[in-house]
């Protein structure tokens, strides 16, 4: 159920803050220029290997750039309950908005699956998806990843979401994140309409530009703008949303009219995208209206809070409610009982997702400069990097731990200004520990 907050910011006390004078690498969390790691990150003990801390930061920023496209890694998942016994097409209530004065908790999926032979990859999402149905929980957040491993087990988020849709009944399923640039947008209208009639009304579009070279086999001639793409693709969308006609050149050559068919449950779907620490990115988001789908990945709570008020302070400038725009915060997560049992438990998955991202980082390893070898690097000295910072990111930017334990971690990430709290819960632990991590998520 949502956590009953008070928001932090009047609109007048948001106009007040500053925007941030630092700006972050890129227009978006996927751009492809990495970002300068933020201060908190710098304060491992000066006997640590500076290069050492040096990889840490870029396997952080890669991080943060696959977590705005994002979902995680899988051991043994466990056999979904069957569906409810219903037609598929039978309309399902759909959640309200929260009110002001709440929050609510979500799923998000972006891992590592590198077991290509396994039947059961997807027994997880959709496990996780039905417990989150039945326990409150407001949305489940589905990523778009190509050609990798990483994500790779989601090349399209609406199949998912369209098989979601038949086996829940009140939760929100959210592409996190579509790139626009990759696909036609009537193509990617038609598909998220179909899963708003077989839903009742419950997508929400997250959209994303892209960053891999690699993924744009499916439009090589968006590359290199796509951040434009992303933004004109996303218009074209809404139009057809709204039942508006748009221009289209048929096979015969001709200029022609085309409308969305089926028309949609929603007149006008929440619509998101990734951003991380640029002020530009929050000021274009907010005066677009749209949401935005953040984390703690490059930014500290007070990087966030300050982006947040500008955000929202934007949205003011622009004509529009101020507390309008929703602001969604990933976190990584992992809870039980125990605190010091789920951070020991969490540790080792946690590092090899870090490990898992090496294949991503070259180009940007070289971009750099950089004169580090990662394969010859001595192992006990990288995880010794990594134990330390992960200690520092449980403790200041994830809900690791215990309910309890987390709770000042989520009260700052809530005074900071968001409305949703997004679970990144497939970040590498066998699926049976993401099924049993649920209860204690729902407990906070």
């Not at 998000?108 to 039945?134: L, S």
């Not at 953040?294 to 947040?308: F, H, S, Y």
Request: aromatic share 8%.
């Amino acid at each position: 159920p949502p956590v009953q907050r008070a928001r932090p910011a009047t609109v007048a006390s948001v106009a007040a803050v500053a925007p941030t004078a630092a700006t972050a690498s890129g227009a978006s969390s996927t751009a492809l220029a990495p970002a300068e790691p933020p201060a908190t990150d710098r304060t491992v003990a000066a006997a640590e290997p500076a290069a050492l801390i040096g990889v840490l930061h870029r396997q952080l920023d890669l991080m943060d750039r696959q977590l705005a496209l994002l979902g995680a890694g899988a051991a043994s998942p466990a056999t979904p309950p069957p569906p409810s016994p219903r037609s598929p097409t039978e309309p399902h209530p759909a959640p309200a908005e929260t009110a002001a004065d709440t929050v609510d908790f979500s799923l998000y999926f972006f891992g590592d699956y590198p077991e290509q032979d396994r039947a059961d990859k997807y027994d997880v999402v959709v496990a996780a998806a039905e417990f989150a149905d039945t326990h409150g929980f407001h949305a489940v957040w589905i990523p778009e990843r190509h050609f990798h491993s990483f994500g790779g087990i989601f090349p399209n988020p609406s199949v998912l979401a369209a098989a979601l849709a038949v086996r829940t009944r009140r939760l929100r399923l959210n592409a996190g994140s579509v790139v626009l640039p990759l696909h036609h947008p009537v193509r990617v209208a038609e598909e998220w309409s179909m899963v708003d009639n077989l839903s009742g009304g419950r997508i929400g579009l997250g959209c994303a530009p892209g960053w891999h070279a690699n993924d744009f086999v499916f439009a090589p001639e968006n590359y290199g703008r796509h951040k434009a793409v992303m933004y004109e693709q996303l218009e074209t969308v809404r139009r057809l949303w709204r039942g508006e006609a748009v221009s289209a050149r048929s096979g015969s050559g001709e200029q022609i009219e085309v409308r969305l068919f089926p028309r949609p449950v929603q007149p006008d779907p929440p619509v998101f995208t990734a951003i991380v620490g640029n002020p530009d990115s929050y000021r274009e988001a907010a005066r677009r209206d749209i949401g935005v789908v953040t984390n703690l990945m490059t930014q500290d709570v007070a990087r966030l809070a300050e982006n947040i008020a500008l955000y929202r302070r934007t949205r003011a400038e622009h004509g529009l409610d101020p507390a309008g725009g929703r602001v969604v915060v990933l976190l990584h997560t992992y809870l039980a009982d125990d605190a010091d049992r789920a951070r020991a438990e969490a540790f080792e998955p946690f590092c090899a997702y870090l490990r898992s991202s090496f294949s991503l980082l070259g180009q940007v390893v070289n971009s750099l400069g950089m004169n580090i070898d990662l394969a010859d690097t001595p192992d006990d000295d990288v995880r010794f990097v990594l134990a330390r910072a992960y200690e520092r990111y449980c403790a200041q930017r994830a809900l690791i731990g215990s309910p309890a334990s987390s709770r000042a971690v989520l009260d700052a990430v809530l005074d900071a200004g968001a409305d949703e709290i997004a679970c990144f819960i497939d970040f590498g632990l066998p699926a049976q520990a993401v099924r049993d991590g649920l209860p204690a998520i729902d407990a906070l």
